[in-house]
């Protein structure tokens, strides 16, 4: 059983930081690549960031500029910062990880439960 275990969301004002955390524990063989994906009502989860175990990130471009990407391969965490936060950030922050269990075993994708983020004045 694997679990993402996401963490540091929030309500923030505009212009403000938050930093993001997501922990993967369980049985892992390995983790590939791993992200964050976002859904604010109303509108369809759409991808943040990601970054493969190698380092190399895909950033949006609505975010580029304002939020990084980063992952610890020894802690199993990826990480989010999040910066010059605007109100249309306002949304639900999915951690996701692309996860082999076993050696032999295909690797499957899995979700965090979500963790809110708000920017209000």
């Known amino acids: 059983q694997v679990q993402l275990v996401e963490s540091g969301g929030g309500l923030v004002q505009p212009g403000g930081s938050l930093r993001l955390s997501c922990a993967a524990s369980?049985?892992?063989?390995?983790?590939?690549?791993m992200g964050w994906y976002r859904q604010a009502p109303g509108k369809q989860r759409e991808l943040v960031a990601r970054?493969?175990?190698?380092?190399?990130?895909n950033i949006a471009d609505s975010v580029k500029g304002r939020f990084t990407i980063s992952r610890d391969n020894v802690k199993n965490t990826v990480y989010l910062q999040m910066n010059s936060l605007k109100f249309e950030d306002t949304a639900v922050y999915y951690c996701?990880?692309?996860?082999?269990?076993?050696?032999?075993?295909?690797?499957?994708?899995?979700w965090g439960q979500g963790t809110q983020v708000t920017v209000s004045s």
């Open positions: 369980g049985s892992i063989f390995r983790i590939y690549a």
């Open positions: 970054i493969d175990n190698g380092g190399s990130t």
């Open positions: 996701n990880a692309d996860i082999k269990t076993f050696w032999n075993s295909p690797s499957v994708k899995y």
